[in-house]
C-alpha cells in the first residue's frame, strides 16, 4: 500500500503562470510590479520544485517500502553547482518556464544568473559525488547522498594587483530554496569525555566491556535537497547536515544566570558546519576537521538505520540493504563508529559486528601524493573521540595478528602496514584504516588503481588481491553536454537523436559525420558562437576582453604544483620572448587567448606565487601592442563550476598537463573532450584512456611517462641541468628572474625561479620541451581548420566512455551489487 500524494501540476503554459505567481504572491510575499530579481528567482526555483515534488515523494516512499539495497554515498564535499537549470531540464520544463516567464515580463535567463551555486567542495572529488548522485538517480538506483551543509562554501576569489585574496562565500545570504530543513528529524552526536570498563557477569564469566562517557554533544539538523533523475520520474536525497547546539546544553548554562555564555556556548556548536576546509590535498590535522568528520558520518549512519530501516531490523543482515561508498578517507571515521553501534549499542559480539562492517563500505582512494593521506594524532583522536581510538586500536592487533600469520612475522612489513603510524608521532592512517575495513578499494583511472596496487597500498593488494579494482570516473553528461552546451546538443540530438542524454555510447554514432563537412561546418559554427557566450560573460562579469576568433586554450583546475601552471605560463613566456625579441615573426604565430581558472588553498604559499605570476604576465603580454595581437592571457577569479560551464563549451584546447603518475584521474579532463575540445596532455591519469579512445591522431600526447619519471627521480633528478642546456627555457626563466613581470623587482617571483632551479619536484623542465614541441603540433594542427574539427567531432564521438553513468555501472557491477527500483 502507498501514502496518498498530491499530483504535481499539469506542465502547461498557463498552469506553470498559475503556479508562479501563487509562489510570488503567497510563498515570496510580493507583488510582480515590486519583485525584485531575487524575488522573482525564488519563486521560479519554488515553481519548478512543485513539478518534482510528487516524484521525489513517491521514489522516497517506494524505497521505503521495497527495502532494495541502497547506495549510501558518504562524502564530505559535494559541489553541486547552480540547480535551477538542471531542475527544469530534468523535469523538461525549459520551454514551458521560458514561455510562462516571458508572458509576465519575465527573462529566464536573467533570473538564473541570480541563483548562487553551492560551493561545497574544493574540485574534483566534490564535483565527483555530484555527477554520481545525478547518474544514480538518472539510473533510478536506491541511492542516497550524506555530507555537510556548510553554512560557507569553497571562499570566493579576488585578485588584488594580482594576488590572490579570499572572502567568504555567502551562499546562503539570500536564500535557499532547494532545501528542506527537518529540524524534527534532528540527530545528537557525542564527543570527548571517557570510556570506563565495566565487568558484566560474576567470577570466570565475567566479562570487561567498555562504556563510552562523553562529554559534550551535538545536534545534527537534515537538509534535503532534491536530485532529479533525467526525465524518468526517480527524484532522489542529498541529505546534509547542519550543526546546532543542544537545547540541554543551553539551559545548564542559563540556569546558572549566565545567558551570554550559554549563547556562546551555541556558538561553539554550530561552528562545526561552518566552513568548508579550502585545503585540498595536504591536511592540516586541525581539530575541527575531525569533528566535521565525525559529525556528519554519525549523524547519516543514524539517520540511514533509523529511518530508512524498518523498525526491529536485524542489523546482522545490514550488508544485504547498504553500501556505505567512502569517499576518499574524510568519511573513514564511519568504520569504528558503526562498530561502536553494533558492539556498544545493539550488543554484538566483536567478530560478528566486524563481519556486518566489513560487509558494509567500500572505499574509495583519489590520490597518489603521499602528503594527501590522511593521518590523525592518536592524542586528539583520543581526546575527540576515545571509544572510536580504543575500537580503532584492537582493529589493528586483530589485522596486524592476520599479517604476521601471513608474513611468517615480518616486523617490518607489520610495521608498514600498521594502522597505527609510529613516526613522527603516533597516528592513525585513515587510508590504512579504510582499506582493511572496506570489501573494496578502488582507484579512479586505470593507470592510479594500477598505481595503487603497484605502489600507495602494495602491502595490501599482495594480501588481498580480489579487493582492488579500478573504477574510471566520469561526468553527467546532462549538467556538462546538454545544459552547459545547448547549441552542441542541438546538433547531436538533430543528427542521431536524443537518446545519447542517458546513453553516451551512442556518441559513437556521430563518427561518421566526422567526414561529412558540413557537419564540421555546423560544428565550428556551434564552436564560435560558444566563444561570443564566453566573450559576453567574462566581460559583464569581469571586464576581461576575449577574442573570438583565436584558438581558445585552457587550463581550469585548482592551482597545484603538480597539476603545472606553471609549464603552461612557461609556454605563455616563451612565445612572448619569441615575439619580442623578433626571433619570431607575428604571422607565424597562431594567435590564441589562454585562459586560466584556478583557486589556491590559502596556506598554499606557492600556488599564491603562481597565481601571481600568471597574473602578472597577463599584463604584460595584454599590454603589448605587438604580442597582444597574437597572444592573450585571461585569468578570470573565482572560477567555479558556473564558469566551467562556459567556459568548456568555448575551449579548442584542453590543458591536461600533470607530471605522469600525480594526477589520479582529472575529469575536467572528459568535459572538455565531450565538448570538442583537442588535450594536450601527459600520459597521466584518466588522460590515458581519453587518448586510447579518442585515438593518437586527436591528441596532443607529451612528457616522461610515469615509469620514466621514476626513474629520472631515482637516478637523481638536477633540474639546473634543464635550464643550462636548454637556452629557450633559460630565456624563459631569466625574464621571470629579471623581473620582466615584476615591474624589475626580483624578488617578486624568486621563490619560483630557485624552486624550479633547484628543485622542482614535479619535473616541469625536465617537461619543457617536450611541450613546447607539442604545442607547436598544436599549431600546425589548428592551422587546417578541417582537420582540426574532424579531430574535435571524434573527440566528441569517442567519449561516450567517461559519462558517470558509466561509472556507476561499474560501481554496481564490482561494489555495491545494487538494482534499479522499478518504476
Ligand atoms: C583531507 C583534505 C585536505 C582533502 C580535501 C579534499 C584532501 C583532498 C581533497 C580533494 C581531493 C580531490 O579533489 N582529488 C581529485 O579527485 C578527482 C575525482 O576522483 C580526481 O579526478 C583528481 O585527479 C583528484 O586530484
Redesign the pocket.
Known amino acids: 500500500e502507498s501514502t496518498p500524494l498530491i499530483a504535481s501540476p499539469e506542465p502547461s503554459v498557463e498552469g506553470f503562470v498559475r503556479e508562479y505567481l501563487r509562489e510570488l504572491n503567497f510563498t515570496q510575499g510580493t507583488v510582480l510590479e515590486r519583485a525584485s530579481t531575487n524575488d522573482k528567482y525564488l519563486a521560479l526555483a519554488r515553481t519548478v520544485r512543485h513539478y518534482l515534488m510528487a516524484s521525489w515523494m513517491r521514489t522516497t516512499s517506494e524505497h521505503l517500502r521495497t527495502q532494495p539495497k541502497a547506495v549510501a554515498y558518504l562524502s564530505?564535499?559535494y559541489l553541486l553547482g547552480r540547480q535551477l537549470d538542471n531542475a527544469l531540464i530534468a523535469a523538461d520544463l525549459t520551454d514551458i518556464a521560458s514561455e510562462a516567464l516571458a508572458s509576465l515580463g519575465i527573462d529566464v535567463a536573467e533570473l538564473r544568473e541570480a541563483e548562487v551555486e553551492p560551493g561545497l567542495?574544493?574540485?574534483?572529488?566534490?564535483?565527483?559525488a555530484a555527477c554520481f548522485i545525478d547518474s544514480l538517480a538518472t539510473m533510478a538506483i536506491p541511492a542516497i547522498g550524506y555530507g555537510i551543509r556548510y553554512e560557507y562554501g569553497i571562499f570566493r576569489q579576488k585578485f588584488e594587483d594580482g594576488w590572490q585574496v579570499e572572502k567568504p562565500d555567502r551562499w546562503l545570504d539570500n536564500g535557499s530554496p532547494w532545501e528542506f530543513a527537518h529540524p524534527e528529524h534532528e540527530v545528537t552526536v557525542s564527543f570527548g569525555g571517557h570510556v570506563e570498563t565495566v565487568s558484566e557477569g560474576e567470577g570466570a564469566d565475567a566479562v570487561e566491556t567498555s562504556r563510552w562517557v562523553p562529554g559534550w554533544e551535538v545536534l545534527g539538523v537534515p537538509y534535503n535537497y532534491m536530485v532529479p533523475g533525467y526525465r524518468n520520474g526517480c527524484v532522489n536525497t542529498l541529505r546534509l547536515w547542519s550543526a546546532r547546539a543542544t537545547h540541554a546544553f543551553n539551559l545548564e548554562t542559563f540556569n546558572y544566570g549566565d545567558y551570554a555564555e550559554a549563547v556562546r556556548a551555541q556558538t561553539f556548536a554550530e561552528n562545526i558546519s561552518k566552513v568548508l576546509?579550502p585545503?585540498?590535498?595536504?591536511?592540516?590535522g586541525k581539530e575541527l576537521?575531525l569533528q566535521q568528520q565525525y559529525f556528519f558520518v554519525a549523524c547519516s549512519l543514524r539517520d540511514f538505520i533509523d529511518q530508512l530501516l524498518p523498525q526491529g531490523f536485524d542489523l546482522h543482515r545490514l550488508p544485504e540493504r547498504v553500501c556505505f561508498q567512502l569517499n576518499?578517507?574524510?568519511p573513514v571515521i564511519a568504520v569504528p563508529e558503526l562498530m561502536r553501534i553494533l558492539v556498544d549499542e545493539e550488543g554484538f559480539a566483536w567478530d560478528e559486528a566486524w563481519e556486518v562492517t566489513q560487509g558494509c563500505f567500500a572505499y574509495?582512494c583519489?590520490?597518489l601524493l603521499p602528503e594527501?593521506l590522511?593521518v590523525w594524532p592518536v592524542d586528539l583522536l583520543g581526546r575527540l573521540l576515545p571509544r572510536h581510538l580504543e575500537i580503532i586500536y584492537r582493529i589493528n592487533d586483530e589485522f596486524l595478528e592476520e599479517v604476521r600469520e601471513a608474513s611468517g612475522d615480518d616486523a617490518v612489513l607489520v610495521r608498514r602496514m600498521s594502522i597505527i603510524a609510529e613516526h613522527p608521532g603516533r597516528a592513525v592512517r585513515m587510508a590504512h584504516l579504510a582499506t582493511v575495513a572496506a570489501t573494496k578499494v578502488n582507484g579512479?583511472?586505470e593507470l592510479?588503481s594500477q598505481l595503487l596496487r603497484d605502489k600507495v597500498l602494495a602491502d595490501f593488494a599482495r594480501l588481498w588481491p580480489e579487493k582492488f579494482t579500478n573504477v574510471t570516473?566520469g561526468v553527467t553528461p546532462r549538467r556538462f553536454v546538454r545544459m552547459a552546451n545547448p547549441r552542441l546538443s542541438e546538433l547531436i540530438t538533430e543528427a542521431i537523436g536524443d537518446g545519447w542524454v542517458t546513453d553516451l555510447d551512442r556518441l559513437r554514432e556521430l563518427e561518421p559525420l566526422a567526414d561529412d563537412p558540413e557537419f564540421r561546418r555546423r560544428f565550428r559554427e556551434v564552436k564560435s558562437a560558444n566563444k561570443e557566450r564566453l566573450a559576453d560573460f567574462l566581460a559583464r562579469r569581469d571586464g576581461i576582453e576575449v577574442p573570438v576568433d583565436t584558438m581558445l586554450d585552457v587550463m581550469v583546475?585548482?592551482l597545484?604544483e603538480y597539476?603545472r601552471q606553471t609549464l603552461q605560463i612557461l609556454h605563455v613566456i616563451t612565445l612572448y620572448d619569441g615575439i619580442v625579441s623578433g626571433r619570431l615573426a607575428l604571422e607565424d604565430v597562431v594567435p590564441r587567448t589562454v585562459v586560466f581558472g584556478a583557486k589556491a588553498?590559502p596556506g598554499y604559499a606557492m600556488a599564491k606565487q603562481i597565481i601571481g605570476l600568471i597574473n602578472h604576465v597577463a599584463a604584460v603580454v595584454n599590454n603589448h601592442p605587438e604580442v597582444s595581437r597574437v597572444l592573450r592571457v585571461a585569468f578570470p577569479a573565482n572560477y567555479n563550476v558556473t564558469v566551467a560551464e562556459t567556459l568548456i563549451p568555448a575551449a579548442d584546447l584542453s590543458e591536461q598537463i600533470?607530471l605522469a603518475g600525480k594526477?589520479?584521474?582529472?575529469?575536467?579532463?572528459m568535459k572538455f573532450a565531450l565538448n570538442g575540445a583537442l588535450t594536450i596532455g601527459t600520459d597521466d591519469?584518466?588522460n590515458v584512456e581519453i587518448r586510447q579512445l579518442v585515438g593518437d591522431d586527436h591528441f596532443f600526447l607529451f612528457g616522461l611517462t610515469e615509469p620514466e619519471a621514476a626513474a629520472v627521480a631515482e637516478a637523481g633528478y638536477r633540474p639546473a641541468t634543464y635550464y643550462e642546456e636548454n637556452a629557450t627555457l633559460r630565456r624563459a626563466l631569466d625574464l621571470i628572474a629579471r623581473g620582466e613581470f615584476s615591474g624589475g623587482d626580483r624578488q617578486t617571483f624568486e621563490p619560483i625561479v630557485s624552486n624550479l632551479l633547484g628543485e622542482d619536484r614535479f619535473m616541469v623542465l625536465a617537461d619543457y620541451q617536450s611541450y613546447l614541441d607539442a604545442q607547436q603540433r598544436v599549431e600546425a594542427a589548428y592551422r587546417d581548420p578541417d582537420a582540426w574539427s574532424r579531430s574535435a567531432v571524434l573527440n566528441v564521438a569517442r567519449s561516450g566512455f567517461f559519462s558517470s553513468d558509466r561509472s556507476m555501472r561499474d560501481y554496481l557491477d564490482r561494489i555495491w551489487h545494487a538494482e534499479p527500483l522499478e518504476s
Open positions: 564530505a564535499e567542495g574544493n574540485g574534483g572529488l566534490g564535483r565527483l576546509y585545503e585540498d590535498s595536504t591536511p592540516q576537521r576518499d578517507t574524510h574509495t583519489h590520490t594527501a590522511e579512479v583511472a592510479h570516473n583546475k585548482r597545484h597539476k588553498a600533470s594526477e589520479a584521474s582529472g575529469t575536467g579532463n591519469g584518466a
